[in-house]
């Protein structure tokens, strides 16, 4: 069978195995190595087209070993968002669910977002939260969209417009089947690295779900993007950076508003322009 292995920094061990749920958790494994900084990711029993996407995706090795490949796992269980939607794994999944709310069907892929990462479940709440707040019409922007999965959750919550992009193709490239899959359209999807880009407009909600090296670096853009009095989302944060980023963006002009810690991650709500209203450290 063939096993794909890749090191990576520890502190983003949850991240990926996110990120590689389509290989499933029985073929996943996380070898911790002696500096406690660094990682090796490892999937087992994967078959050729698995491991050469992998390998264009993500780099790392691909090695032949005799063993026997294992069972797939058991399918992700519903997960309810405020009380305003479904995140599921399949359609027949959702066609099994009530219908009061909807039902975002978002399979396991390789492009980060499937609703079960502290990152993306809190932004999926906050989104919750402000379209809640909306009094009139209202248009979504998605930076690092992943698998589409804020975009998509943003139309399904009443936006108006919602508009994805990703440094990822692959992820783009998701991001697009999943918004056929939900019949979310249209929503645009491009690649895009935030780095290099000045937004050509403003939007009333906008989330970032980047690394916050990231957010730093493209805060003046992204604090461009959003429109006077509009809502700004921002993740990806780790405790021990959450001052340094929610200081860049409050020197442009965002005053937060919530603050949700789950673990070592942190995702923000914050105003352009207004008081704040959460202790953020």
């Not at 691909?62 to 939607?85: F, N, Q, W, Y």
């Not at 108006?160 to 697009?176: L, M, S």
Request: aromatic share 6%; hydrophobic share 45%; with cysteine.
């Amino acid at each position: 069978m063939l096993t794909w292995r890749k090191l990576t920094s520890a502190k983003w061990e949850d991240a990926w195995m996110e990120r590689l749920q389509c290989v499933g958790p029985t073929r996943l494994a996380v070898v911790r190595l002696p500096s406690r900084k660094s990682l090796r990711i490892e999937a087992y029993a994967l078959t050729r087209k698995e491991a050469d996407a992998l390998l264009r995706q993500f780099g790392g090795q691909v090695r032949e070993i005799k063993d026997k490949p294992v069972s797939e796992p058991v399918a992700r269980k519903p997960l309810a968002i405020r009380g305003r939607l479904w995140i599921v794994d399949s359609p027949e999944t959702a066609r099994n669910l009530d219908n009061s709310r909807p039902a975002l069907v978002i399979p396991a892929a390789m492009a980060f977002g499937t609703g079960d990462h502290a990152t993306t479940a809190s932004c999926l709440r906050l989104l919750c939260d402000a379209a809640e707040a909306q009094s009139g019409p209202w248009d979504f922007l998605d930076l690092g969209t992943g698998s589409g999965i804020l975009a998509i959750a943003a139309r399904k919550l009443g936006a108006r417009k919602a508009e994805g992009c990703d440094f990822d193709p692959h992820a783009v490239r998701t991001a697009k089947a999943n918004v056929a899959l939900n019949a979310a359209g249209p929503i645009p999807m491009r690649k895009q690295d935030v780095l290099q880009w000045t937004p050509a407009r403003t939007w009333d909600v906008v989330a970032a779900n980047l690394f916050s090296q990231v957010l730093i670096q493209a805060s003046p853009a992204i604090a461009a993007a959003v429109r006077p009095g509009g809502t700004l989302i921002l993740s990806g944060i780790l405790l021990i950076q959450e001052k340094e980023v929610a200081a860049a963006f409050g020197r442009l002009g965002f005053a937060f508003q919530k603050a949700v810690r789950k673990g070592k991650w942190v995702t923000l709500m914050a105003r352009k322009g207004g008081a704040p209203q959460c202790g953020v450290s």
